[in-house]
C-alpha cells in the first residue's frame, strides 16, 4: 500500500513541477463538434454570405457564396446560403468544416480560451443585448458572432453573442463583452 501511494505521490509531482498544465486531457463533451462561427450577411449589391466556422480543435474553416443578381420575389436563396431560422444549419456549419476553405489556425491558448467559455453560451444566449446606435457602418451588412451549445436534449443551439456592421451590439454582460474582445472575431468594435 505505502508503495502505491509513493507512485501516486510521485505522478502528482512529476505533474505539478513538469510545467505542463495538464497532462490530463480537457473533457470537451459538453462542447460541440463546431463551437463558434460568424456569418457575414450583405444585401447592398445583390446578396452575399460569408461564414467562418471554428471546432473544438481550432481549426477554421470558410465558405463564400452570392447571388448578385438575386431578385428576392423570384429567385430562391443559393444552396449554400445558411438560414439559422431553417432546420439543418447545423449540418450545413459541419460541411464548412470538412469542405470550406482552410484559414489559419487557432493557437492552443486561443482554442482552450473559447472552450473554457464555451460553459457560458447557454446562460449568454437569454441575456438582453446592449446596442450601440451611434456606431453603426452602412452598407457592411451584419457579421455576427454565435457561440454553440448543446441543450438539455444534447441537440446544438444558438448564442448571438455580437455583431457589427449596419448593427451594432453584444450580450449586455461584462465577462461576455470580454471574450467577445479577446476572441478578436469582430475586431472592428470594442464592446464595453
Known amino acids: 500500500m505505502k508503495r502505491f501511494f509513493a507512485v501516486v505521490l510521485a505522478l502528482l509531482s512529476t505533474l505539478m513541477f513538469s510545467g505542463c498544465k495538464s497532462a490530463l486531457p480537457e473533457d470537451t463533451s459538453h462542447i ?27 481549426n477554421r474553416h470558410s465558405q463564400y457564396c452570392d447571388n448578385e443578381k438575386y431578385d428576392y420575389k423570384v429567385d430562391h436563396m443559393p444552396d449554400e446560403w445558411i438560414d439559422l431560422k431553417e432546420d439543418g444549419w447545423y449540418e450545413k456549419l459541419l460541411k464548412i468544416a470538412e469542405n470550406g476553405e482552410t484559414g489559419a489556425k487557432l493557437s492552443e491558448t486561443e482554442a482552450g480560451y473559447i472552450r473554457k467559455n464555451a460553459r457560458n453560451f447557454a446562460g449568454w444566449s437569454s441575456l438582453s443585448v446592449k446596442e450601440y446606435i451611434d456606431a453603426h457602418t452602412f452598407d457592411y451588412g451584419v457579421k455576427v458572432l454565435y457561440g454553440i451549445y448543446l441543450d438539455e436534449d444534447g441537440e446544438p443551439s444558438l448564442a448571438r453573442l455580437a455583431c457589427v456592421g449596419d448593427t451594432m451590439e453584444c450580450v449586455d454582460d461584462s465577462d461576455a463583452m470580454k471574450f467577445v474582445n479577446n476572441t478578436g472575431l469582430l475586431s472592428m468594435r470594442k464592446f464595453t
Open 32 to 58: 460541440p463538434q463546431i463551437m463558434m462561427f460568424t456569418i457575414h450577411n450583405n444585401w447592398a449589391w445583390g446578396i452575399q454570405q460569408s461564414v467562418t466556422v471554428i471546432d473544438r480543435d481550432g
